[in-house]
């Protein structure tokens, strides 16, 4: 019973807090030349976690390269198509990356509030006052 | 990989930034800086900042899928520096002429506004982390 009660707040949390890391690092390389920004498509790593996608190969043998996306530990990064790349080959934009970070950020913490509430909805059934 | 990284990946922005930022302090302060002989007057430097995966800062991060900065090293600008004809300066050479730090004071303040902003966007994005990690500490509550 007790197994699944956040639903997918558990793992949503996982991979926000995932993206958050890949945001920052791209902020934190708005100023390297080369530099390309990456992003977690949050959509598709959460549906693949879910078991929503297309069935994963079972690897059976040692040999056998486990694709990641199944495991929200190892979500896809990938690379950001920029609207105007710049001279140097950054490709950081700093209002879409602060926008996506903000995003990330609100996201988040709705689904702490989500945990929080189911939190406190088992402490109310449990104490039952 | 998790919000922790947040704050190495930050970090290590915000050291970076602080090497431009006394690379363009010191420009500042000698671009008025003359020499009588070309090879020795002061010239402008800038760091070269490059992108460093999470498993070269020891963390243990497989998919390297955030990435901090680092200054690869600091470059001296190849621009040359400013003949002027001061026959009175001291330091003058033999034909009378002095040279000027090859300095761009506009191009100085323009980098040191970029940097201040980009300074300024990593500490907003170790407090959002910190504020975060503080709600999950605190979750239940």
Redesign the interface.
């Known amino acids: 019973m007790f197994d699944n009660i956040f639903g997918i707040h558990e793992q949503a949390l996982m991979v926000q807090g995932q993206r958050m890391g890949v945001l920052a690092g791209n902020l934190a390389n708005a100023d390297t030349p080369g530099y390309k920004a990456r992003d977690i498509d949050f959509a598709a790593v959460l549906s693949q976690s879910q078991g929503d996608g297309a069935l994963p190969l079972a690897a059976t043998d040692s040999a056998h390269i486990i694709l990641s996306g199944t495991d929200p530990a190892s979500a896809d990064v990938k690379y950001r198509n920029p609207y105007q790349a710049s001279l140097d080959g950054n490709t950081v934009e700093m209002p879409v990356e602060q926008a996506a970070f903000s995003e990330t950020n609100v996201r988040y913490q709705a689904s702490l509030n989500f945990i929080n509430g189911r939190i406190s909805e088992l402490t109310l059934a449990i104490n039952g006052s | ?3 922790f ?2 704050f190495n ?2 970090g ?2 915000m050291n ?2 602080t090497i ?1 930022l006394n690379t363009t302090a010191s420009n500042l302060a000698n671009a008025e800086s003359v020499n009588g002989d070309a090879t020795k007057v002061y010239r402008a430097r800038h760091p ?4 460093v995966m999470n498993s070269q800062m020891g963390l243990d991060d ?2 390297d ?5 680092r200054v690869m090293g600091v470059v001296e600008s190849t621009t040359p520096p400013v003949q002027t004809y001061e026959p009175n300066n001291p330091l003058a050479d033999k034909d009378g002429y002095v040279y000027s730090s090859n300095v761009n004071s506009i191009e100085e303040m323009a980098n040191m506004i ?2 201040n ?2 300074f300024a ?2 500490v907003e ?1 170790i407090n ?2 910190r504020d ?1 990690l503080l ?2 500490i605190s ?2 509550h």
């Open positions: 990989m998790s919000l990284d947040v990946v930050s290590s922005a970076a930034e431009r070269v900042f490059q992108a497989a998919a899928a955030s990435s901090g900065v970029s940097a902003r980009s966007t990593d994005a959002t982390a975060l709600k999950v979750m239940g």
